[in-house]
């Protein structure tokens, strides 16, 4: 067996930082919050348990979130990671170019390959919105390939 990574993914916390997704993200090699942090002590509360890289999302306006860049290239163990808020504003054609794209902003979680390309969106963390469950992700990178799992929370 090579060498292979964890990567916690969360996004959509809006300012709420649930113990539960804590716990479910400890043990990750890293963390990747897909946007709509809000208040600083989320990252805070992500950097405690992993390093982290984070975005941007369209609630961001203040605080460390609003210095945050829109967008990141990322790459782990030779696969070409993508992350952007919202997946509607993808402006590149990932196929042979990208191996995860990595979205928020739907609060709907999505971990679907489509072609060679797999899109992932963690679902929302933060407050529940309309009936859509809480939940956060994780990725689990090998240099053969990466494997996507949504976890729901118990709230």
Same mark, same amino acid.
């Given at each position: 067996?090579?060498?292979?990574m964890?990567?916690g993914?969360?996004?959509?916390?809006?300012?709420?930082? %649930?113990?539960?997704?804590?716990?479910?993200?400890?043990?990750?090699? =890293?963390?990747?919050?897909?946007?709509?942090?809000?208040?600083?002590?989320?990252?805070?509360?992500?950097?405690?348990?992993?390093?982290?890289?984070a975005? %941007?999302?369209?609630?961001?306006?203040?605080?460390?979130?609003?210095?945050?860049?829109? +967008?990141?290239?990322?790459?782990?163990?030779?696969?070409s990671?993508?992350?952007?808020?919202? +997946?509607? /504003? =993808?402006? /590149?054609?990932?196929?042979? %170019?990208? %191996?995860?794209?990595?979205?928020?902003?739907?609060?709907?979680?999505?971990?679907?390959w489509?072609?060679d390309? =797999?899109?992932?969106?963690?679902?929302?963390?933060?407050?529940?919105?309309? /009936? =859509?469950?809480? /939940?956060?992700g994780?990725?689990?990178?090998s240099?053969?390939g990466?494997?996507?799992?949504?976890?729901?929370?118990?709230?």
């Amino acid at each position: 067996m090579g060498v292979s990574m964890q990567i916690g993914v969360i996004a959509d916390t809006h300012s709420k930082m %649930r113990p539960e997704a804590l716990e479910v993200l400890k043990g990750s090699d =890293l963390i990747l919050h897909a946007g709509d942090v809000g208040r600083d002590e989320v990252l805070e509360a992500l950097e405690a348990i992993a390093p982290l890289v984070a975005i %941007r999302g369209n609630i961001d306006k203040t605080g460390r979130a609003a210095t945050l860049p829109d +967008v990141k290239d990322l790459e782990f163990l030779g696969h070409s990671f993508y992350m952007l808020h919202d +997946v509607k /504003t =993808l402006d /590149t054609e990932p196929q042979g %170019r990208y %191996r995860v794209v990595i979205a928020g902003h739907s609060h709907k979680p999505r971990n679907e390959w489509v072609g060679d390309v =797999l899109y992932f969106n963690p679902g929302a963390a933060g407050p529940r919105r309309f /009936t =859509l469950p809480i /939940t956060v992700g994780r990725l689990q990178v090998s240099e053969d390939g990466v494997v996507g799992e949504i976890i729901e929370l118990p709230v």
